[in-house]
Structure formats: structure tokens, C-alpha cells
């Protein structure tokens, strides 16, 4: 593993992480929780009317040590009605299922996971939370530029992200876009919790460069290393293929985790 070029650039790219069958298995068991899963009006309301942003702020903040599904904004008509089958609409499952789900912390918590973790000096790591993310034909949306420290503070000590491929990531189904070496910038803001408001405190209100955004176009098994420094976006897929990817954030149990983080730490 090229420790310098994480380093240098800010990401790392491994091919062959991941074997086939543990793509598959978490693809399957992402399937059977979102069979399993009931959009009840209370869950569709929530993103379907500006108007009910604090509930789904409720369903976001509450979401830390759940297994719970995020719908993409264009996934409900104008009467919050899904204009196409659930398992075509949803963004995201988050935020612990590397701990709630035995599939997803089987793999979660692999010693080649570990391993990895170690390699890159994380002392003693700790996972912060996991997203399964569809990235949907034709309605995935886009993720605007940002550094993960933004929504996950970690004090003096980046957090690091893992990023798996489950399905081939390119450019025309959204891969990720990253800005090489951008993780020697500065935070630019970070998102805080007080009881159930958020709010943001901004250091740098600068646009991103984004023409030196290169993209990041992986086969399925790959991992993605991110720096939680480093900006990085995804755009629309507007594609007929879907992107699926698995998500993991880490710290190192020796730092200091903010405490006005949205995020409660786990304690598993
Ligand atoms: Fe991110």
C-alpha cells in the first residue's frame, strides 16, 4: 500500500478489496432490508414537503444508531405519493448498520477492514457510522462538494473514510470526484448539534475549485480511501445503471470526539 500517495493526494484507491461474494452479500442483504422496510406516511411525509423539514431532521438525528432509509428528493409527486418502487427511490440506509445488521458488521469489522485501518495509523479504530448508498438510474442526485469533518468533527485529527464500490463506479453513473492534494487545505465549516437544532459555523466561504476535481472511476470491489480533509462531490446519475457503494467513517479511539457532533459516538 503506497502510504505517500495517501499522503500527497488525500485518497488512496485499492482494487480487489472487496471479493465477490462479499459484494454480492451486502447488495442481497441491502435488498432484503429495504423489502423489510414499510414507507409509512410518517417516513414519506418527511421528504416530501419543505414544511416538514424538522421531522426529517428528527428522522436524520435520531438515525445514529438505527437502521433507517433516506428517499431521494425527487423520489415523491407532488401529492407524496412514490412515483417509482421504493427500491428505485431511496438515497441512503444509514447510519449503524456496521453494528444493527449481522451481514454488514460481519464485513464491517473484517480484519482485512482493521488491517487497513491500521496500515493507514489509525491506532485502536473505532467505526463512526455506515451508509449503503444507491445512487439510483436516472434520479440519484448529486452530492455537492465537501469535506467529511464538516458533518463528523473529530478535534485536531481528520476522520477517514472508506469507500466501497459494490457495483462499477464511472463517470456516467456518478463516481466520485475528488480535488488531489485538496487535503491540505483547511476545514472549511462544520456542522454542529445543540438538542435537536443544527447549525453551521463557516471558516471559509470561498467557492471550491472545481476544475481540479479529477474523477475517481473504479471497478466494482475497489476501495476508496478518503482523507476527511480532502473535497470530494459525486454528480446526478442519470444513467440506466445504478452505483451502489457501502460507506464507512473511522476515527482513532486515542482523539477527541466532538461532542456537538450530530453523530452520537458509539459506545460498540
Ligand atoms: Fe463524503
Not at 459525486?234 to 451502489?244: A, F
Not at 477527541?256 to 450530530?262: C, G, Q, R, V
Request: glycine share 4%; aromatic share 10%; net charge negative.
Amino acid at each position: 500500500m503506497d502510504l505517500t500517495s495517501y499522503q500527497d493526494n488525500g485518497y488512496l484507491i485499492l482494487n480487489d478489496f472487496l471479493t465477490e461474494k462479499e459484494c454480492s452479500a451486502l447488495i442481497h442483504r441491502a435488498q432484503e432490508l429495504v423489502s423489510e422496510f414499510e414507507p409509512t406516511d410518517e417516513v414519506k411525509t418527511v421528504f416530501s414537503t419543505t414544511d416538514q423539514a424538522h421531522t426529517q431532521q428528527k428522522y436524520f438525528l435520531d438515525s445514529a444508531d438505527k437502521i433507517r432509509f433516506f428517499f431521494e428528493k425527487g423520489a415523491f409527486d407532488e401529492h407524496g405519493n412514490l412515483r417509482f418502487p421504493k427500491e428505485k427511490s431511496l438515497n441512503k440506509i444509514g447510519h449503524a448498520l456496521h453494528y444493527k445488521d449481522p451481514i454488514f458488521a460481519e464485513i464491517s469489522n473484517s480484519s482485512k477492514i482493521i488491517d487497513l485501518a491500521k496500515k493507514l495509523k489509525i491506532s485502536d479504530p473505532l467505526l463512526l457510522q455506515s451508509m449503503y448508498i444507491f445512487k439510483q438510474p436516472f434520479i440519484g442526485d448529486e452530492v455537492i462538494p465537501h469535506q467529511d469533518n464538516t458533518y463528523v468533527h473529530v478535534k485536531d485529527h481528520p476522520i477517514t473514510g472508506f469507500w466501497f464500490a459494490l457495483q462499477d463506479a464511472t463517470i456516467e453513473n456518478g463516481c466520485l470526484w475528488v480535488i488531489p492534494g485538496g487535503h491540505k487545505t483547511p476545514l472549511k465549516s462544520r456542522m454542529k448539534r445543540h438538542g435537536d437544532e443544527i447549525s453551521f459555523d463557516i471558516f471559509d466561504d470561498s467557492p471550491w475549485e472545481l476544475e481540479k476535481m479529477i474523477p475517481l472511476e473504479v471497478p466494482r470491489g475497489s476501495v476508496i480511501v478518503l482523507h476527511g480533509l480532502l473535497p470530494h462531490m459525486s454528480k446526478e446519475n442519470l444513467s440506466p445503471k445504478s452505483r451502489h457503494a457501502y460507506t464507512l467513517h473511522l476515527m482513532s479511539s486515542e482523539h477527541d470526539y466532538a461532542e456537538d457532533n450530530w453523530l452520537k459516538k458509539p459506545t460498540v
